[in-house]
Each structure stands twice: as C-alpha cells, then as structure tokens.
C-alpha cells in the first residue's frame, strides 16, 4: 500500500476545511449552539490560563501534555469560528512552550503522542495566523520531538507500534496527527508513518472483536477509541477514505457497547481499571454519525443538555482536551431520526472479556439494572475481577466497583504494576487483586491469571433474562467447577446464584462492595442509601453466617482510601468435592411481589459457544 501525498488539501486539513468551518460558524441547532458556546467559553477562561511546563509526575508528562492539547484545541478552534486573534495568539504562545521542552518524554510515548496531536492541531489550524518564524519553530518541535523518536528502536520506547491495546491507538494517532500536519516539509517521513499507521492498526482493532466489548473495559475504550476515530477522521479529511480501519468486526458495535455499560444513573459498569463516573464521550459523535443512530449518544446529550443549561462546559466531567472535536463530530440530521430503534433490554458480548446486561427499561434513571462480566485477570488493565457484577435500582448503585488507583501512588511505592504474572506485586494493591470485588473467593485465595470466565448462557426471555458466567478455571487450584448467574425476576427482584465444587475442604466467601450503610440480621443484609432502601436475602444448601467490614480505610500504605465503603461477606464452609450453592435475592421496595424464586439450575448447562469465541444464536 502507498499513499499519495502529492496533492494535499492546503491547511486547515486535519478534520477540518475552510468549508467544513464555514458550516459549523453556520449550524444552528441546539447542539451545535451550545457545543460552540462551549468551546468559545473555555478558549476565553485559558486566555489567562498558565501555560505548561515541563514537569514530570513520576515517569509521566502526561499531564502537562493533555493541558496543552486542552488549551491549543479550543483556542484554535474558538479561533476558526470566530475569527477572534486573540485565541490564535493564545494557543501559539502555548504551542511555542512546548516546542522548548528538552524532550515530550518519549520513555512514556503517550505523552509524546498527546503533545504532538496538540502541537499538530495547532499548526494546522493556526496556519495563516502564525509567522514564518513560528511556524518553523513548532514544524521542527512536531518532528524532532514527536516523529523521530517513534523510529528510534534502541531504546524500545516504540513497542507500541505493532500492540493490541489503546497504547498503538493513541501513538499512531498522535504520529499520523503529526505526519498529515507537516507532510509538505518532509513527504516520505510522512507517508511512511501513515502507512506504518495503516499497516498496524488493525492489530489494536482486535480488541473490539467479535461483539464490540473492548478487552480493556470501557474507560479504556473511551481513550484508545477516540484516537482511533480521530486518525479515522484525519485520514478520511486528507484522502477522502478510513482505509477500512473501521471495518473489523465488533468496532462499530463498539459505541453500543458503550451503552450498555453505562448503567441508567448515569455510572459505568467499571470494571478493568475503571472509574465509575462517567464524561461526555466526543467520539461518540463520530459514531453516531457514522451509523446513522442518535441511541449511542442518549446518555452524552443528556449531559451535553444539561451543561448547556448549568452554563459549565468543562466536558460534563472535567475532560475537555478533546471537547472540540465533538462538534467537529456532530451531525444536526440526528436530531431528526425518529424511527431509531431502542437497544436491547438484555445484551451480551462475547470476546477477550465477555460481559452480559439486563435492565427493566430505557430512560429512566430509577430503572433496574445489573450487569456481570467473565474475562480474565492478564488482559491489559485487568484486575482480579472474573465473574464481578454490579447492580443498581431506585436510582442508586447498590453493589458497585471501587474502580481504579491512581498509577503514580502505586508505581512510586514500588509496585510492579505492569507484570500480570501471578506472584505479581500488583495483586497485593487492594483495589486490584482477588479482595475489593463482587466475586467468589477461596479460602481466601487469588483469581488464576491465566483463567477465562466465559459466558455460556443467556437469555432475554421476558420471562426471566439470565446470564451464566463458567468460572471454573479462575478456580483452577481451588475448585473444580465454578458457576456464577444473575437474573433479572419478573417481579422487578435480582438473584444473584453461585454453584461450585471445591478441591480441597475449607470455606467460601461470597463478597460485594457497596456504598450504602449495611445492617445485617439472619440470613438478611438491608441496605440504605438517604431514604432507599433494598434487601438482599441468602439462602443456600449448607450453612453460612453473614459480615459487614468497613473498608474505609488503607489495607496497606500504598493503599488509597475508599470512602463510604463497606464489604458484604457471606461465609460458607465447603468439603472437598461437595456440590454447594448459594442464592442472594435483592428486592426493593417497588418490587411487585415476593414470590418463590426461580431455579436456575446453573449445573446443568454446557457450553454454547464455538471455537472462535462466536456465540451460537
């Protein structure tokens, strides 16, 4: 494959023309407003903003690389649209800093491939507005500091390139940013990283297959996907094609995925190293317009909406470096779609990471709602999470995730945090081994590395929608077989089912973190959130006793702190090859009824999938 970069649109060509701008300074639907009032707004606030400087957090420039991207994307933007110099002069005054620092540490390539896509915009967009001596100086900075150094293979600074995770995502997006920008001042340098971009994206694109559950879990999928669509975009603005990047099976279905797993208060299913609170996601903008379905972006413009109206635009969540770009994205046409069916109640996907969903209902954000997830502890940002769920109903998060630590408070107190191996010191931070999650444990033992929880059943039968979770080899050293289903109960109620055979004679805990205040009595756990209040009922074919234990505080020194956190444990005592099985029903007080609780009868079921991970409907 080679490109042709002999007739290159003239500046401004990186997701924008001298035409596309002219359209946006003419769109007038509410969205539109309001995002253009959004980007005017924050280019005003970081006109006497503190440009960056070259400090490092850790190992990480990170930081000081998403404020200059943060600042040079709207000033050049709220420039374009307004004409206003005083935003160009800004955003060159930014870009000039930046092109002094001594390096955009290449040792952490995501810092050098955040500033180079802000440097790039930069340069781009602010073509016609900076002098010769300025545009010389920012052109040298994008290739001496950005390009060059992702060809220097002595250092292994550049394993990125050929990588299955958001890492080859954000680095070739950020190269090819830097490439399209100044390809006139050196066209093989720059077709030969837009080819190398081309030639090895769709490696990453694997992690989107067979369904669209990205392995990394969905706060990475914000990250990775959005430079991904951002070359998408730059590739499509300069060649007028995508290269057919978008093509692999499950990247599309990708953004309803996104859906999915956004619960309906609002929170993400925060599995993997996720948060739970949950930003306007720009590249959904792009989605919906490439599929044509404003549903991928109901929850997006629920918070654009109400930003709008609150008069902040600080990206509904404080993430605003790639804000810009969503009205670069945004099609006003959407507005108009009125047949668009709604997703599915019940969902799952397949895939490195499978996870399953069931909800009462769209729209409402009291609705029920849980959702559970297999995969595995060695996939990138995994955690010792296999088979955790998260449920919610009456407009709170009942059984939640902690979500993530800050890597730096790791990594500085010596931490391993990159080794998944299974003596790894990364399990021994709390929020990510076997002890701060809504799982099975063991006689207190760590979740395998090399197991695979998979989906072998689910049902979206109104009846009783229902998903399976085979766990067993997470279990491999501990137990023989390993069953794991939630339901979805006609009259509004949640079972949540264990079956297991255990190798050796011990006990089981059964354990869910939750942020309400929890009293337990009986085989009753009752949970109150202000004036919510939901009741969990165990029940199982050997005894068990019930415990409530704070975990507020640190467990160890480089621990963060978990405010408001309490974990719920059910205790059971299991023998050596014993069938055991344990059911725990929550019931709120809209629920209709109390009825018998359904059998699942979770032994009996066997594996639908085939061998390529492909579920058989």
Known sequence: ?????????????????????????????????????CVISNAESFLAAKSARYEKEGRRLLNMSRLVLTHVASLGLAALLTGNRRYAARAIVEMKAAAEFPDWNPSHFLDTAEMTLALSLGYDWLHDW???????????????KGLNPSFDESTGYNWWIGADNNWSQVCHGGMTAGALAIAELDPELARTIVERAISNLPV?????????????????????????VILLSMLESVFGDRFQLDETPGFLESARYIAQVTGPGGQFFNYADADAERALMPALFWFARRLGDPNVLRHDLSLAQRAFEEGHCDGAGGKVRLLPLALLWWQPALLRVQDAPLPPLDWMACGHNPVAVHRAAWGDPRATYVAIKGGTPSSNHGQMDSGSFVFETDGVRWACDL??????????AGIDLWNKSQESSRWGAFRLGSFSHNILLFSKS????????EIVRFSADPAMPHTVVELSSIYADQAATVLRGVALLPDGRILLQDEWIAREDGDVEWRM??????????????????DKRLALTADASIPFTIEIDDIFLPRAPFDSPNPEARMIVIRCPCRKAEPA??????????CIGRGDTPELRLENWSKPLSGDGKWKR
């Open 446 to 453: 760590p979740q395998r590395v090399d197991g695979m929880g």
């Open 1 to 37: 494959m080679q490109i042709d970069l002999h007739q290159l649109p003239s500046h401004p060509r990186l997701m924008l023309s001298r035409e596309r701008i002219a359209g946006l300074q003419s769109q007038s639907d509410s969205v539109s407003l309001g995002l253009k009032q």
């Open 204 to 228: 990453a694109s694997e992690s989107y297959r067979p369904d669209g559950a990205y392995a990394e879990g969905p706060m990475y999928w914000e990250y990775g996907t959005s430079f991904h």
């Open 513 to 530: 973190v939750t942020k309400a205040n929890a009293t337990a009595s009986g085989n009753e756990v009752v949970l109150e959130k202000g």
């Open 581 to 590: 099985r344990l059911r725990v029903v929550a019931t709120h007080k809209s």
């Open 130 to 144: 900076m002098t010769p001596a300025e545009r010389e100086a920012i052109s040298r900075a994008i290739i001496e």
């Open 403 to 412: 979500g993530r630590q800050e890597y730096n408070s790791l990594e500085s």
